[in-house]
């Protein structure tokens, strides 16, 4: 009875499990295989290489092929370009040297040239595969088209398949599209709805290499044969951190035309690395060969991502990339690329398996090595007082390792003071012999270590998939969109942001290191100046790094005046978007001449008619007079510019045709006025300067302001002509949104050296009593200031 009831349970597992898959039983028959774009760099070295696998693998199993290169080029042309990729295939290592003779001369007869380029061609191309069908009576299973080209082909190629090269209705038509698939989720969305005009969801197969890596595709295999082990460990109570990375020693010169309009974030982490996430933390489907069930859950874990912005990401370059822009675009000198070619990027989940959890996420191109893991380091419940060696005192960690590096092999490793781990499929094996080396700060004899049986390609891994429409190592149009969604207000904030430059490999140091503080990261390291070479100029153009403790932004004079107009412009667009207006107190000197005329000469989206301009100090002096700084703001910036006259705000140093006299509450009125319009007196943004004595606006060492005075506008006494001035004091600034200080000139550099030794307020210093209460300061200083 036991035993029926078995059996009834038996067959009702394997029922269900038949009506929850997904795999397409193909009919055998013939499979005309066309790869567009096949005599291209990525079909030379990848695509033909993984099509003559699959024909190894598949002779004699029921299915026989015909194989097709695509292009441009003319038949007489692009026949001895084919050829010349097909006489260099590899044999497949499970092949005798005589068989793979056999097979390869099979396969190079099985294959031609055609060249695909109008509509007609396409047409030739569907009567032919008819009339191959006819005359050598063969039953038709399917038609695979591979677009080896751009995306933006895509959309057209899909048209002319569907309106020549559609098969009839029993049988298969699937498209394999390379990425990019969009460069945001808005023009991601519109190419998803020009290729559904041609294509069903089900006949589309975008791919992801990455997803084809022999350890990226069996991460949920892993995590399924270890169910019962991980599960008590695979949550925020365990597990400290998550990384995912990956590095390249290769610059992407070569390649500028395509990196420089995506970049590393939409290169890399927006795809590969966003999908071995998705794979290590989603929730594990009932049955793995059930593509729906895998799609709806890395959906589900998509959508549990807490947004990222800036304050999430740090941007890097490498020196050269922009001189390499210059010369593979044919750029000007002067042109300056923000594209990033390192992102790192902190990422948390919200929900509560993983609330808490920091995953970091970065790649880069010219670091140190190469190599690529994702590493789940667990916390420690062992406290060690001596025998530190001790397999217990050391890091656990599972690191799943896709390649090179100190390994060379791909892998999955779990430290041995965790559990010795199940076989993630029957392909694969316990690597039993270590070699000589550390793995992420163990040596590989602390480790479990799995690895392939037999290393194949990605390439090889994912297009058998596709003949038997497996759909789950695939990007679905609503997996894509989802990544895009998460990914693209990211972007969006990092449009502007000038990337932290790096010399490349080994020379980049600590310049690279993250830290973390609650949900925002930032560089670890604030000297960036150490990586200026004397005399290399073309060889940067801004950095960033830290001064008193505040934000510093570096260049040369031109540059650094141009990332401060900028900045200003963004603050500006912020500010209206939330409030509608600008408050902007400007202060007086030579510091902002460079800055005021940028303004008016080059920022023609600028907010001027939102946009109210306030004074940072003045001196006691009619305002048409050559030495007011209203009237240096007037004929720098405001001549040029369409601002409403109301909303100027000079300050009232002449009442009563005197100037600067305390009877006439000069100071009170200027007051008055910004409560009137400012909200809490608090100013949008304060750009200031600093004397060579260290004063700023015009409160000056002598200057006597009580700790608890809380006027916002004081008359004060210069030791310079002329004497009289009127400034807006600490308390006014220091409640600002944003306070910039800008410092240029090698005259400064002596007062900068100072400045970097003084912790906290100074007096002899007024300038280091700025230091916004509720906002941020950002100091910008020009190399000449910084260097001397």
Same mark, same amino acid.
């Not at 094996?429 to 070699?435: A, G, I, L, M, S």
């Not at 080396?437 to 799995?450: A, E, F, K, W």
């Not at 460079?594 to 008619?609: G, K, S």
């Given at each position: ?5 078995? $059996?009834?349970? !038996?067959?009702?597992?394997? *029922?269900? %499990?038949r009506g929850h898959?997904?795999?397409? +039983?193909?009919?055998?028959? &013939? ?11 990525l ?7 993984g ?10 199993k ?42 390869? $001369?099979?396969? !190079?007869?099985?294959?031609? *040239?055609? %060249? ?6 396409? +047409?030739k191309?569907?009567? &032919? ?8 009576g ?18 057209d190629?899909?048209?002319k ?24 989720f808005?023009?991601a969305q519109?190419l ?5 005009g041609s294509?069903?969801?089900? $006949? ?7 997803l ?18 991980l ?15 990956l ?12 990196y ?37 859950n890395?959906?589900?874990?998509l959508?549990?991502l ?7 990401a740090?941007?890097g ?16 000198k002067?042109?300056?690329s ?8 902190l ?6 398996q ?17 190599v ?18 001790n ?5 656990k ?17 779990v ?6 781990p199940?076989l993630a499929?029957?392909?694969w ?7 000589d ?14 690895s ?26 609503e ?17 502007r ?24 990261v ?7 100046v ?7 100029e ?24 141009e990332?401060?107009?900028s ?8 500010a209206v978007?939330e ?7 400007l ?6 001449v ?16 939102n ?5 940072v ?15 240096s ?9 369409h601002?409403p006259?109301?909303?100027l ?25 910004m409560?009137q ?71 400064k ?39 001397g």
């Open positions: 009875m036991l035993r029926m009831r078995w $059996e009834l349970l !038996l067959l009702a597992i394997i *029922y269900w %499990q898959t997904d795999i397409s +039983e193909s009919k055998q028959g &013939h499979v005309s295989v066309v790869i567009v774009g096949g005599t291209g760099d079909a030379r070295k990848y695509l033909w290489q099509f003559f696998q699959l024909y190894a693998d598949q002779v004699g029921g299915h026989t092929f015909s194989f097709y290169a695509g292009a441009l080029s003319p038949d007489d042309k692009g026949t001895p370009m084919l050829f010349g990729i097909l006489k260099e295939l590899a044999c497949p290592p499970e092949l005798s040297a005589e068989r793979c003779a056999l097979v390869k $001369e099979q396969f !190079l007869h099985l294959s031609q *040239y055609r %060249q695909l380029k109008t509509l007609e061609d396409y +047409e191309l569907n009567q &032919h595969i008819k009339q191959q069908m006819e005359q050598e063969m039953v038709e299973a399917g038609r695979l088209f591979y677009l080896s080209v751009p995306a933006f082909t895509y959309a190629i899909a048209e398949i569907n309106s020549t090269c559609r098969p009839a209705a029993d049988v298969w038509l699937r498209v394999v599209l390379e990425k990019p698939f969009g460069h945001d808005n023009s519109f998803a709805k020009q290729l559904s294509l069903k969801e089900e $006949e589309m197969y975008r791919i992801d290499h990455y084809g890596k022999q350890v990226v595709s069996k991460v949920l295999s892993f995590r399924k044969e270890n169910k019962k082990l599960d008590p460990i695979w949550n925020k109570h365990h597990i400290e951190r998550i990384e995912i990375v590095k390249e020693t290769l610059d992407a010169k070569g390649r500028i035309q395509f420089d309009q995506y970049g590393v974030i939409r290169d890399v982490l927006q795809n590969h690395l966003t999908e071995v996430m998705t794979l290590m933390l989603m929730n594990l489907p009932a049955n793995l060969s059930n593509s729906e069930e895998i799609l709806q890395k959906l589900r874990f959508a549990s807490q947004e990222v912005d800036k304050s999430n740090v941007v370059q490498y020196q050269a990339y922009n001189g390499e822009v210059q010369e593979e675009l044919n750029k000007t002067d042109y300056v923000l594209t990033p070619t390192f992102a790192g990027v990422i948390h989940v919200k929900n509560p993983y609330d808490g959890i920091p995953i970091f996420m970065t790649s880069g191109k010219a670091l140190d090595e190469r690529s893991y994702a590493r789940v380091t667990f916390k420690s419940d062992t406290f060690c007082v001596q025998d530190l060696d397999i217990q005192c050391k890091a960690q599972i690191v799943f390792y896709l390649g090179h590096g100190n390994l060379q092999y791909p892998a999955i490793l430290s041995k003071n965790l559990f010795k199940n499929g029957s392909d094996k316990e690597v039993t012999e270590y070699k080396v550390n793995v992420l700060g163990l040596p590989l004899s602390d480790y479990y270590i799995q392939p049986v037999m290393p194949r390609d990605p390439y090889c891994e994912l297009i058998p998939q596709i003949l038997i429409g497996r759909k789950d190592s695939f990007i679905s149009t997996g894509l969109l989802a990544s895009w969604a998460f990914w693209t207000p990211l972007l969006d904030s990092l449009a942001v000038f990337p932290r430059l790096y010399p490349g490999g080994g020379a980049n140091g600590n310049l690279l290191n993250l830290q973390v503080r609650g949900h925002h930032s560089f670890s390291h604030e000297a960036v150490n990586i200026i070479n004397a005399g290399a073309e060889n940067f153009q801004v950095m960033q790094g830290k001064f008193r403790s505040s934000d510093m932004v570096s260049a040369w004079t031109e540059e650094l005046v990332r401060l107009a900045d200003l412009l963004l603050a500006a667009e912020e978007r409030d509608g207006q600008f408050h902007l107190a202060s007086g000197g030579s510091s902002p460079a800055l005021l005329r940028t303004l008016a000469l080059n920022l023609y989206t600028f907010p001027w008619h946009t109210h301009i306030w004074q100090d003045e001196r006691c002096v009619p305002h048409t007079g050559s030495g007011s700084n209203f009237r703001v007037h004929d720098l910036l405001l001549q040029h510019i601002i006259y109301f909303n705000h000079p300050m009232p140093v002449q009442l009563n045709q005197r100037l600067c006299v305390e009877e006439d509450g000069g100071p009170k009125l200027y007051e008055q006025e409560k319009f400012i909200n809490a007196s608090s100013f949008h943004y304060v750009l200031l300067g600093v004397g060579h004595d260290g004063h700023t606006a015009s409160l000056f060492e002598d200057t006597k302001l009580d700790v608890d005075d809380e006027r916002l506008v004081i008359l004060t006494e210069s030791p310079v002509k002329p004497h009289q001035r009127m400034s807006l004091t600490f308390t006014a600034i220091n409640r600002a949104r944003r306070v910039s200080v800008l410092i240029m000139g090698k005259g550099h002596e007062l900068l050296t100072q400045l970097s030794r003084i912790k906290g307020e100074s007096t002899k210093y007024p300038i280091t009593k700025v230091q916004p209460k509720n906002g941020t300061l950002v100091w910008y200083i020009d190399y000449d200031a910084l260097l």
